[in-house]
Nanobody, 125 residues
Framework: QVQLLESGGGLVQAGESLSLSCAASESTFSDYSVGWFRQAPGREREFVAAINWRGDYTTYADSVQGRFYIWRSTTQSTVHLQMNSLRLDDTAVYYC??????????????????WGQGTQVTVSS
C-alpha cells in the first residue's frame, strides 16, 4: 500500500498563494486517483479537490473553484494543489488521500484507501 506525504503548508496572508504537494515513493501511485481534503478547527473534514489517475479529469469544491488548481507531475509521482487568493476560511489542516477507484473521489467520498498525515495551512489577515 502506498504511503502519502504532504508538504508545503505554512502561514500566509489573505490574498496570497501557497502550493501543497502530495508525494508517494511507490511507483504504483500512478495508478491512484488522488484528492485533497481539509479540516478546520471545530469543523468536519471536507472535500477540496480531486484528480483521476491519468490526470485528465478534475473536480473541485464550490468554495475553491477558480482559486485552487490540482494537477499531477508528468511522472505521476506527485500531486500538487496550487492555492491562490487564499482567504481566512481556507485555514485548515490539508490532507491528501488516494484510492484506486476514481468513482469514490468523484463522489467526494472519504472512504478512501490511504491518507496522509496532513499539513497545516494558516491564512492570516
Amino acid at each position: 500500500q502506498v504511503q502519502l506525504l504532504e508538504s508545503g503548508g505554512g502561514l500566509v496572508q489573505a490574498g496570497e498563494s501557497l502550493s501543497l504537494s502530495c508525494a508517494a515513493s511507490e511507483s504504483t501511485f500512478s495508478d491512484y486517483s488522488v484528492g485533497w481534503f481539509r479540516q478546520a478547527p471545530g469543523r468536519e473534514r471536507e472535500f477540496v479537490a480531486a484528480i483521476n489517475w491519468r490526470g485528465d479529469y478534475t473536480t473541485y469544491a464550490d468554495s475553491v473553484q477558480g482559486r485552487f488548481y490540482i494537477w499531477r507531475s508528468t511522472t505521476q509521482s506527485t500531486v500538487h494543489l496550487q492555492m491562490n487568493s487564499l482567504r481566512l476560511d481556507d485555514t485548515a489542516v490539508y490532507y491528501c488521500a488516494a484510492d484506486l477507484n476514481w468513482g469514490r473521489l468523484a463522489l467526494r467520498s472519504m472512504n478512501l484507501e490511504v491518507w496522509g498525515q496532513g499539513t497545516q495551512v494558516t491564512v492570516s489577515s
